[in-house]
């Protein structure tokens, strides 16, 4: 062979190995290369797979369906296992299978006795990656200097072996990172990480339990009622904790559909189930260093609980189609205003996951608790939106301040928000006065009515709560999203409101019929 043909078919090896899918045709075509150099009628590269040998590749009219599915036990070939020790090519004599190892294809060939055989290393570096084989019907030997020109290409193979495996790890990383910065540019947009310092006493020793804990990597329940600010918390866990300057990730257990929310927590692989056209990683991968919030985890399904339960007791899990597990560091919180105590005596959530999520429990107060943070609460709800609006200076006057104090706050602090943001609207200046806040007209309380009118017509706060939502969805025609929606009203999620409907046995179609 020609020194010409030689450097060119090396080159093509190389850069098969670097392009799209190439390792196998790489492999076909360093097999065929092998031909011109040690004829063959089975040519084979096992890999190997913890302490086994399994084929990657066969060539040669002996190759079948058999021969791609053998696998080989490094205990079992002792000799083998001094090939890759040695790092030496060497060729199989009569002798070698009548007292030795016995062949590496007994009862999968039937190849006569003392036939060609040779078993190449495939080493690169440090890495072993597997062996080449060459096998012949007939009997005889290969050439010494043949075996050694072998041993020196199987140095080759194993450098592009590795290079294709590298190249392969570089492009799942990349596609990680792209994934994990599409996450967290959509999951931290428009929303401050900074956990103000409070005047309330009830807010001071939160604060202080929670920058505590922040220091561990133990797991924190975050409580409280909807909107008072539970992601804010978490926000300022994650930001206190050794783990700041990695990924903070948050998912909506509640908003996502059953049957997508497992691939969303814990990825798919392609082909997993229709539409999975590509790898994808969970929100648990690309979270690994840092921290995930699992936000309204009382709405989880109960067969993704048992999957949570292993990654909290073990750190592994497996994506979506595959069957081998990944491990990942990640601290988890925990957010809710589900009962969980009454969700585990209804069957809805699994008491052993409570008890792993609720090693630090954390509840926030109700805004209508601590009226005295208004002013640091509007401080920092303004400064967010002076950021995103461009409008520098935003304050509330004090008249403006006395008014917001006079609300009890069914929305906690995602209603204020709500109404700062109106009232930066209304505002031709900085300064918000009373007439820019546009707080509701109702009385957070109004289902109470009932009772107070017919006082002997007292029920059950669910009854209650039941008719408040009928009442609702008949005001917004049976509309749950959207402008003037029933969620709206209500100042709930569209998704929280959904799940106590199904809860209380409300139809929305029934009630916009009525």
């Known amino acids: 062979m020609a020194v010409e043909d030689l450097t060119r078919d090396l080159k093509t090896l190389v850069r098969m190995a670097s392009s799209e899918d190439g390792v196998n045709h790489m492999l076909h075509f360093g097999l065929d290369w092998v031909q011109r150099l040690a004829p063959y009628d089975l040519a084979t590269i096992f890999l190997v797979q913890n302490q086994e040998l399994a084929v990657k590749a066969a060539r040669g009219k002996l190759a079948n369906p058999q021969v791609m599915h053998h696998r080989l036990s490094l205990s079992e070939f002792p000799a083998i296992r001094r090939i890759l020790e040695t790092r030496r090519a060497r060729t199989f004599h009569e002798d070698d299978h009548s007292h030795g190892d016995g062949d590496p294809f007994d009862g999968v060939l039937d190849l006569p006795h003392g036939h060609a055989c040779m078993v190449v290393p495939l080493c690169a570096g440090q890495d072993t990656i597997g062996i080449l084989t060459l096998d012949r019907a007939s009997c005889g030997s290969y050439p010494q200097a043949t075996v050694d020109l072998l041993e020196i290409y199987g140095q080759v193979l194993a450098m592009t072996l590795l290079l294709a495996d590298q190249n392969e790890r570089l492009k799942r990383l990349h596609g990680e990172a792209i994934e994990r910065e599409r996450i967290l540019a959509h999951e931290l947009s428009g929303n401050s990480t900074e956990f103000a310092d409070y005047t309330s006493a009830s807010m001071k020793k939160l604060s202080q339990k929670a920058s505590q804990v922040a220091q561990t990597n133990t797991p924190v329940l975050i409580l409280g009622e909807t909107g008072t600010g539970k992601e804010r918390l978490a926000n300022a866990i994650h930001a206190w904790s050794p783990r700041a300057l990695a990924p903070f990730v948050k998912i909506n257990c509640a908003a996502i559909p059953e049957n997508l929310l497992e691939s969303e927590l814990f990825g798919h692989l392609k082909g997993a189930f229709t539409g999975a056209t590509r790898n994808r990683p969970g929100r648990f991968q690309m979270a690994n260093g840092g921290t995930i919030l699992l936000d309204e985890i009382g709405e989880m399904p109960l067969p993704l609980q048992a999957k949570l339960l292993r990654v909290l007791q073990e750190g592994t899990f497996e994506p979506v189609g595959s069957d081998r597990s990944v491990k990942v560091d990640v601290r988890v919180l925990a957010a809710t205003h589900v009962d969980l105590v009454k969700a585990i005596e209804e069957k809805r959530f699994r008491e052993d996951l409570y008890y792993r999520i609720s090693v630090f429990p954390l509840t926030v107060p109700p805004l209508r608790e ?3 943070d208004l002013p640091d609460l509007c401080a920092s709800l303004l400064s967010d939106l002076s950021k995103r609006s461009g409008r520098k200076g935003l304050k509330v006057s004090p008249s403006g301040m006395a008014k917001l104090s006079s609300y009890t706050w069914p929305g906690n602090v995602r209603e204020l928000g709500n109404v700062l943001e109106r009232g930066a609207i209304l505002s031709q200046s900085h300064i918000l006065e009373p007439a820019d806040l546009d707080l509701p007209s109702h009385k957070p309380l109004e289902i ?3 009772t107070q009118a017919h006082p002997e017509a007292l029920v ?22 959207g402008e003037n929606g029933a969620a709206e009203i209500l100042d709930l999620k569209p998704s929280t409101l959904q799940s106590r409907m199904k809860k209380l046995g409300i139809r929305r179609k029934v009630v916009a019929t009525t």
Not at 461 to 475: G, P, Q, S, T
């Open 370 to 372: 601590r009226l005295e």
């Open 448 to 450: 109470c009515s009932l």
């Open 460 to 481: 059950t706060l669910a009854e209650a709560e039941r008719r408040h939502i009928l009442k609702a969805l008949r005001h917004s025609g049976g509309k749950i999203y």
